[in-house]
């Protein structure tokens, strides 16, 4: 059982401020000081520091952070599984929309016809949603293709994906497209901010002294499905992966725009809580997954 002194310590990692975590905690500020001082003297070490008046981890406390968050997790995976007959496997994990849309029905489907009795859980969100879903305990593993930070996760590589340029067959470009600069006059639809897909874009601009400020318009769309369904009806053009239109693309509804300075692929990642005791096992559910 997770002790109530890393409790405490973790609200305060989350709001930065010893009076909004006592709140959180429905407890006094003093009773949030004098655990987080338990805590320093037991490590031997400063857990914060301030920086003028804001509060700030120190590199300790960043460490005790991140096995804590994995000790939180692992202990709801617990009781979890202690609720269970030992009959039922229950399997509780996240997909980002593009991995949910375009994998997880034929992964399942296997996975199902293997393993009939299996209770299975899945949540689509954008890559950063299923971090926080992963650090709050809410689900065991996720299937990303965003960024991540490869210090506090586990991780196997599921796919290399490649990354393009899509438009309607009948798209009027105000300048043929050659390169990407060639697209800067057009309407860019992308994913809403925290999604993988686009965030795979925003660093290859920012790698090339670029941005999607640079194109003429920039609407922002949450749905997969509703960017492809504008894509095609010319409203834009869109930067998605090649996976996720590979159907699209095979009856022409979607054409590539052929760039020559644009080569990008990307690995669809499944992930956990690195140190978690439970690592085998997902380890053994990504073998099964990959089968």
């Given amino acids: 059982m997770l002790d ?3 409790e405490t310590f973790l609200a305060v990692c989350q709001c930065m401020n010893f009076t909004r ?16 001082r338990f805590l320093e003297k037991h490590y031997n070490t400063k857990l ?30 617990l009781q979890s599984a202690m609720v269970k007959s030992e009959e039922e496997e229950e399997i509780r994990f996240g997909a980002t929309r ?15 016809g293997k393993y009939p009795d299996a209770d299975i859980h899945m949540i689509v969100d954008n890559t950063q949603g299923l971090l926080k879903r992963l650090d709050d305990g809410e689900i065991d593993f996720a299937l990303v293709e965003g960024f991540f930070k490869k210090t506090e996760y586990d991780f196997r590589k599921f796919s290399d994906e490649n990354y393009i340029a899509v438009c309607g067959p009948a798209y009027p470009f105000k300048k043929t ?30 790698s090339h002294n670029l941005s999607a400020e640079d194109f003429d318009k920039v609407m922002e769309v949450g749905s997969l499905h ?7 009806a010319g409203c834009g053009i869109t930067f998605l992966y090649e996976a996720a239109v590979r159907e699209e693309l ?8 052929p760039l020559k300075d644009f080569r990008v692929s990307h690995e669809f990642t499944f ?16 073998r099964r997954f990959s089968e």
């Fill in 177 to 206: 497209p050659d390169r990407i600069e060639d697209l800067f006059g057009e309407r860019l639809l992308m994913r809403e901010k925290g999604s993988g897909t686009r965030e795979v874009l925003e660093r290859w601009l920012d």
């Fill in 250 to 257: 095979r009856t022409g509804a979607l054409v590539r725009i």
């Fill in 98 to 112: 593009t991995v949910g849309d375009v994998l997880m029905g034929s992964i399942l489907e296997k996975y199902l």
């Fill in 4 to 6: 109530f002194r890393m």
């Fill in 21 to 36: 975590a006592s709140e959180k905690l429905n407890i006094t500020q003093p009773a949030v000081s004098q655990h987080i």
């Fill in 226 to 232: 509703t960017i492809k369904e504008l894509t095609k």
């Fill in 48 to 77: 914060f520091r301030y920086e003028g008046k804001k509060l700030r981890l120190t590199g300790a406390g960043e460490i005790l952070r991140n096995a804590s968050l994995t000790m939180m997790h692992d202990e709801i995976s």
């Fill in 271 to 286: 992930i956990w809580r690195r140190g978690s005791i439970y690592a085998d096992r997902y380890r053994e559910v990504f």
